[in-house]
């Protein structure tokens, strides 16, 4: 699914930098003499080539690579080492669950297993797109398979073992195995669209349907598409969170980062050969013109006054390349609408504009929250403001344009701050839950609005012969009773800040029992117009303490139930990770003495968990994987229907015997007039509240007897 110039990725990088070659080797001094040199000894061929084509010619790829080599941060050679793993990543990418290749594939292949690191050197990928012809044949002979086996019946009463975890499996020997591999995972994909009260007639299609569409994506992949599939494993095998960027790919995450584009203002899917119109963006130039709806099949797409053009068929990303444009330009859609009747066909046009993706700011809201919800009053009521963050955005564009006026979620969170403080809140709790990073800056000014002007992060460059310090020059705003929300998924710029505010003793940290363990800092290096960028790992970064985040994670001080802290989630179970190391600290001052109240606030929320319906079946959500998936590996096809049955037993009766709880509290006051935008509050959101008000009730105690 695409947004209309909006890719979803998961966004774990942490530093971005604007655009500019300029600007990285100003950034990155230390690297001047170097990098000119590697520029402008390699790049006169890339620069020539453009002019000729846009497609990655050897020349071209064997530039990238030696480019990428020279600047990661591990300084690692490209050698037969790393030619094995950038092997096993270009296959896994592939078929990652032993699906489709025959293990005669492999073993043909694996013969330039060590010989890869020389071929890119030389900018050879005629292996790449051989393999990746393989694998579309492969592809097709199990789409044959599939196409067979749904117009059997299965028996599900007859049982079967399925391993949910295929990647360390052998590949099938012989097209016979595959085909019974193959059946064996059909019968376990419509047993779990049955058990979800999926009608077996149309758990078969929507089978069928999902296939058909890989299919399609891959058949349509074009020789650039491949070679981005190479470039990519090349820099997994660095480290995990290093990736070649196609020109694609780039535009997506600069919308990522700053939360902005300049298009209609639609979320679009690939469906049967089809662009369908999932949703529209409130308040985008869709939205005002009105026009377009959901579900709408874009079949043709025009640029101003010029003639439609046939996108059926045509690649999801490339259609979006269409609608995509300058603000105050036309583009014309011509879309197929589903009546009563049939289908209508219809053309109009729509003028480009701005958008704000909404849904990636931050949100706030003040909430009233009684620590005795059945003896409700003013003593024991406090106003909790609350604020959700999905990630450290910022627009580059429009802050070298106008330094006074950009938009940035330090900015946004400020402005909440004041708010808050403005009406008198008792504490505020900062939601980064998934929350997988974004700008560097983001995350040091954001600190300096809980710790003022001191230090926040310390960089770690190449080699750990230059290691900045980088300090806040942001004022405080807000110095009340503060927690900060995480979970396994919170990483990057998340962990920058609520690191810092462990440190400083500044806020509680409530949440998964880590956070994600991403301690490398990736900057953007762009490649000339056409070609797209690198995405290289350059730097790691250390608390103030001297402590990485990297492969540990941040601690949380009070631990809630969830089955992320039994899961494998994180920094440490992702191949080619690099390891944890700590450096001496520098000077800072705590703001606070958080840890002499944190086990009496553990206390409190131990025993509340003991109580809760809600946490009370996390906690058996947890026993169940760790006694029955876990350990296991597979999943026994009678064993899925019988815990099944068993669930939905248990279901039912927890509803009969369900008395009508007491309403939840409604917030008193909202921070944001668009009602979409308002802070969905979970049961961990009301623990996390009724944790900060056992903190303040604790200070008033002690302020009392001081």
């Not at 070659?21 to 990098?35: A, G, Q, R, S, T």
């Not at 859609?333 to 109009?348: E, P, S, V």
């Not at 106008?402 to 939601?431: A, M, Q």
């Not at 990483?491 to 690191?499: K, Q, R, T, V, Y």
Request: charged share 30%.
């Amino acid at each position: 699914m695409i947004f209309l110039a909006f890719h979803e990725i998961n966004i774990l990088h942490f530093s971005y930098s604007e655009f500019k070659l300029e600007n990285f080797l100003m950034k990155f001094n230390k690297f001047l003499p170097c990098i000119l040199t590697v520029l402008f000894l390699l790049f006169p061929t890339f620069l020539s080539a453009k002019e000729e084509t846009q497609r990655l010619s050897g020349s071209i790829v064997k530039s990238i690579v030696e480019q990428f080599v020279s600047m990661h941060y591990s300084q690692k050679p490209l050698d037969d080492e790393m030619s094995t793993k950038i092997f096993s990543h270009y296959i896994n990418r592939l078929d990652p669950a032993h699906y489709y290749f025959l293990a005669s594939d492999i073993n043909e292949f694996r013969f330039y297993e060590t010989r890869i690191d020389d071929m890119l050197l030389r900018g050879e990928v005629k292996l790449a797109l051989d393999i990746f012809e393989r694998f579309k044949t492969r592809l097709s002979k199990r789409l044959a398979m599939m196409e067979e086996f749904l117009i059997e019946d299965f028996d599900f009463n007859r049982d079967e073992r399925w391993t949910l975890d295929r990647s360390n499996l052998p590949y099938p020997e012989s097209s016979e195995a595959a085909r019974e591999t193959w059946r064996t995972k059909i019968k376990f994909d419509l047993l779990t669209l049955k058990l979800a009260d999926t009608d077996i007639k149309e758990a078969k299609e929507r089978l069928m349907k999902r296939v058909r569409g890989l299919w399609k994506d891959y058949s349509q992949y074009e020789n650039d598409d491949v070679i981005a599939l190479l470039l990519n494993s090349m820099a997994a095998a660095f480290d995990p969170h290093s990736s070649y960027l196609a020109a694609q790919e780039l535009k997506n995450f600069d919308i990522s980062i700053k939360l902005s584009l300049e298009g209609i203002g639609a979320v679009l899917r690939w469906e049967d050969g089809y662009t369908v119109v999932n949703s529209i963006v409130p308040g985008g130039a869709a939205s005002r013109n009105g026009k377009l709806k959901s579900e709408d099949k874009i079949i043709a797409v025009a640029q101003g006054d010029q003639a439609f053009e046939s996108v059926i068929d045509m690649r999801l990303n490339d259609v979006v390349q269409l609608i995509r444009g300058k603000r105050g330009t036309k583009v014309g859609l011509q879309i197929l609408r589903k009546t009563n009747k049939g289908f209508d066909t219809l053309k109009f046009f729509i003028v480009r504009d701005k958008i704000v993706l909404k849904d990636g700011e931050a949100r706030a809201e003040i909430f009233d929250h009684h620590i005795n919800q059945k003896n409700k009053n003013e003593k024991n009521l406090y106003r909790i403001g609350v604020i959700k963050l999905p990630s450290f955005y910022i627009d580059f564009n429009d802050r070298r344009k106008n330094p006074k006026n950009y938009k940035s979620s330090s900015r946004d969170v400020k402005e909440h701050l004041n708010r808050f403080v403005k009406n008198n809140v008792d504490g505020v709790i900062l939601d980064l839950r998934s929350n997988g990073g974004g700008g560097l800056d983001e995350a040091i000014n954001m600190a300096g609005l809980f710790i003022g002007n001191n230090p926040v992060v310390i960089v770690r460059q190449s080699g750990g012969k230059r290691i900045t310090v980088h300090r806040s020059r942001e004022r405080q705003v807000y110095d009340g009773p503060l927690i900060i929300m995480l979970n396994r998924y919170s990483a990057s710029a998340s962990e920058i800040l609520a690191g810092a505010m462990h440190d400083y003793q500044r806020a509680i940290l409530v949440g998964d029992a880590t956070t994600f363990g991403k301690g490398t800092v990736q900057n953007i290096f762009q490649l000339p117009e056409g070609y797209g960028a690198l995405k290289v790992t350059i730097a790691q970064f250390y608390r103030v303490s001297g402590w990485s985040t990297q492969h540990r994670g941040v601690e949380s001080s009070v631990v809630l139930p969830s089955l992320n802290n039994v899961r494998e989630i994180g920094e440490s179970t992702l191949e080619n990770a690099l390891p944890w190391r700590a450096i001496d600290a520098v000077n800072y001052s705590a703001k606070g003495n958080l840890n002499k109240d944190i086990p009496k606030l553990k206390k409190f929320s131990t025993q509340r968990l003991e109580n809760s319906e809600y946490f009370k079946n996390i906690s058996q959500e947890i026993k169940d994987y760790l006694t029955n998936v876990k350990p296991l590996g597979y999943t026994s096809i009678l064993k899925m229907q019988q815990d099944d049955m068993r669930r939905k037993t248990q279901r039912n009766q927890e509803m009969a015997s369900a008395t009508e709880r007491d309403s939840e509290d409604v917030p008193s006051i909202t921070t944001q007039d668009e009602t979409e935008n308002v802070i969905n509050r979970d049961d961990y959101i009301n623990e996390s509240m009724t944790i900060i008000s056992d903190y303040i009730t604790l200070r008033k105690r002690v302020k009392k007897y001081e």
